[in-house]
């Protein structure tokens, strides 16, 4: 499991860990690890250490720490180092000294503002280490022409610890902010580094183990790994029957809206339930293209045996059924339609556990907020929906969360793809999901594994060139056996 940790968390830690380290022992061991990240990047981008060009760019705090003692380190290895200085005053002081020991040149970023962008476009990798966790809000004005220089530059840009500007606890970005080829991150991961759009602006993140000591139910964010979905997904036994494997019940599609149905299907059928039931006006199709769904023209009520209810998907306007499912004793997950139909009094009013799962524009509605302020507030928003409605809520982007009631960590999924923003992907994910809680995952387990195995599926269908939902869904086998390693 990858985990992510609040600042507060982390800064405890550090304080901790602090006390029984030598001065400065924590700040080497980051330098010494993010230099190394910059070893190999610039091996890749300019052939070798040895005479290549780098540019620091140094903030006020330890951040920019970090960034001269690397520096540092990579003019002792033959690199022209020059170190632009946004508060020449405040600058960390031993970073400084060591840098110009090994030979970098330092210069005020703000004094040489032209020559600062002339050594950002001429060099081979501009650091940044403006601001690290110790940041509120967006890039300061004195640091955004050097963003902006950073941005137009051939140069790779690592960014120390977090691209500086974004919001390290929310993956909130307000206003400029740094976008980084590699982030080279220390202790654990921040949540801004994997959460949108934060998460954006990090390229890809590497991260330093500096020995922090962080308990694990202090985490604020969860990422499944191979192992942990592999763990995690319903393998049939030996006395396995349908019943025993999961039936999933899919309440879904309406005359107007009939491949809501088909799509939920495809999805519920690779999800590992035994047996997929299906109720609702588009049973035809259904059976058209999947014979071996069991297919009921009756409501959810009168549909037989089901372990876990899907209903909303293509549900139009059709209350009733969305009532009825949310009367049964069995888990139910609540999508597209089915959200605004639900009743929130009988929602908060189950026993067994319900999964919501809103893309944004649907927490919007639910939250009687704009859409910007959920896309920008990703994880403050699943969290509130879970707290209001008392259910598990699935988040839908391309970074997916899902949080629990009941708090403790949210689980992000980082396997999805921007191809995957197609018409009834979301119809997939939803059959797929309650598939598991048929089988009997936990909801926060259930929404998590299907994020994972659906942004997997959606690769594999994708592989660069724009594919359909029921390519997706085909893809889910696939994605499986990835997981499983076989
Ligand atoms: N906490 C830890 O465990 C460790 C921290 N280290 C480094 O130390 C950093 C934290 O250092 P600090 O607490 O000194 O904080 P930072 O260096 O992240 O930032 C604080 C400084 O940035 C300025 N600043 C704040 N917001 C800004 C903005 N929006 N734009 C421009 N400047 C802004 C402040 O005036 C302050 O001087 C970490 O990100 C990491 O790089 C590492 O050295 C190793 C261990
Ligand atoms: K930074």
Not at 17 to 44: H, K, W, Y
Not at 189 to 201: F, N, S, T, V
Not at 340 to 369: K, N, S, W
Request: hydrophobic share 50%.
């Amino acid at each position: 499991m990858r985990t992510a940790y609040s600042v507060e968390t982390v800064r405890n830690a550090e304080r901790e860990l602090m006390a029984r380290l030598p001065e400065g022992a924590l700040m080497q061991r980051a330098a010494a690890g993010l230099a190394a990240a910059c070893a190999q990047v610039l091996a890749r981008v300019a052939g070798r250490v040895y005479g290549s060009r780098v540019v620091l760019l140094v903030g006020s705090g330890d951040n920019g720490g970090d960034a001269l003692y690397a520096g540092a380190r990579l003019a002792r290895r033959g690199a022209a180092v020059t170190a632009l200085l946004l508060a020449p005053e405040r600058a960390h002081a031993g970073g400084l000294a060591a840098l110009r020991r090994a030979g970098g040149r330092v210069a005020d970023a703000g004094a040489a503002s032209g020559s600062a962008g002339e050594s950002i476009a001429r060099a081979d990798l501009v650091v940044d280490g403006i601001v690290g966790i110790g940041g509120k809000g967006g890039l300061r004005e004195a640091a955004v022409p050097l963003a902006d220089a950073a941005a137009r530059s051939r140069a790779a840009v690592v960014a120390v610890d977090l691209p500086s500007g974004v919001d390290a606890d929310t993956g909130q970005v307000r206003g400029d902010v740094v976008r980084a080829d590699l982030t080279v991150t220390f202790g654990t991961h921040k949540p801004g580094l994997l959460i949108d759009p934060a998460r954006e602006y990090a390229g890809a993140v590497r991260l330093v183990d500096i020995g922090l000591p962080l308990p694990a139910e202090a985490a604020e964010l969860e990422a499944l790994q191979h192992a942990d979905a592999a763990r995690l997904l319903p393998v049939p036994a030996a006395e396995s029957d349908k019943y025993r494997r999961g039936v999933v019940g899919i309440a879904a599609g309406s005359a107007r809206y009939p491949g809501a149905a088909v799509l939920a299907v495809a999805g519920a059928l690779r999800g590992g339930a035994g047996a997929v039931r299906y109720v609702g006006p588009a049973g035809d199709a259904v059976i058209a293209r999947f014979p071996e769904t069991l297919v009921s023209d009756q409501g959810p009520e009168r549909a037989g045996r089901v372990q876990a209810w899907v209903v909303g998907p293509g549900a139009g306007d059709d209350a009733a059924t969305v009532a009825q499912v949310l009367a049964a004793k069995v888990p139910v997950l609540i999508d597209a339609d089915g959200l605004r139909l639900a009743d929130a009094d009988a929602v908060r009013a189950r026993t067994a556990p319900t999964l919501m799962t809103p893309h944004a524009g649907e927490a919007a509605a639910l939250l009687g907020v704009a859409r910007e302020e959920v896309e920008g507030a990703r994880l403050a928003s699943v969290r509130e929906l879970a707290a209001r409605y008392g259910a598990t809520v699935l988040l839908k982007g391309s970074t997916t969360l899902v949080a629990s009631a009941k708090g403790g960590p949210v689980r992000v999924n980082a396997t999805g793809t921007s191809w995957l923003a197609t018409a009834g992907s979301g119809d997939v994910l939803s059959g797929l999901a309650g598939s598991l809680l048929a089988a009997g995952l936990s909801a926060v387990d259930a929404g998590s594994v299907a994020a994972y195995l659906h942004g997997l599926a959606g690769r594999f269908a994708a592989q660069g060139a724009p594919a359909g939902a029921h390519d997706v869904a085909a893809s889910i086998p696939r994605a499986w056996r990835d997981v499983r390693g076989n």
